[in-house]
């Protein structure tokens, strides 16, 4: 497969998994915690998606386009391993909807962050609470989704935290 496919097959995923989530969790309480910025694409569709809801975004360096940049008090700069951990007395509980965008194409290093990802991310999340990202993630407490039409298998991953913990 070419690198153009893969990307649009990517992209493709990145989409559909957030409508669905976005329409998941209209009727839930809580802010979105979206790792990973990088150009601000899927920021902005969250923010069309869900205009009225939080979204807190982690970026070790910031450089999206001007319109898909958060405002300050939403930008949470610095290293995930140490901005994630830090948000646990503030958030516990509160986030309905978290997108993980932080591969690279370093599969040890993907693995790392999925396994810091999952270990980090449980007390955070709400009953109910959407997990979008790429890779996939061993999750205990959460069920794995099927994914949207249209989206290629392993491309993407979706789970539901448990609607209580």
Sequence with gaps: MSRLDSFINRVIAQRECLNFACAEVADLKGVVFELGLGNG????????KLPDREIFVFERLPAAHPGSMPDEEHLIIGNVSETLPAQLPA???????????????????????????????????????????????????????PL?????????????????Q
């Excluded at 694409?41 to 069309?48: D, M, Q």
């Excluded at 370093?106 to 709400?126: G, H, K, S, V, Y």
């Excluded at 949207?148 to 209580?164: F, H, I």
Aim: hydrophobic share 40%.
């Design 148 to 164: 949207p039409e249209g989206v290629q298998k392993n491309r993407y991953y979706m789970y539901r935290w448990a609607l209580s």
């Design 91 to 145: 958030f516990s509980g509160r986030v309905c909807l978290v997108h993980s965008d932080l591969g690279t194409g370093d599969l040890e290093q993907n693995a790392a962050m999925a396994r810091f990802i999952a270990e980090t991310i449980p007390p955070l999340l709400a009953p109910g609470a959407i997990i979008l990202c790429d890779p996939e993630l061993d999750l205990p407490g959460a069920v794995r989704l």
């Design 41 to 48: 694409r899927t920021f902005h569709h969250l923010r069309e």
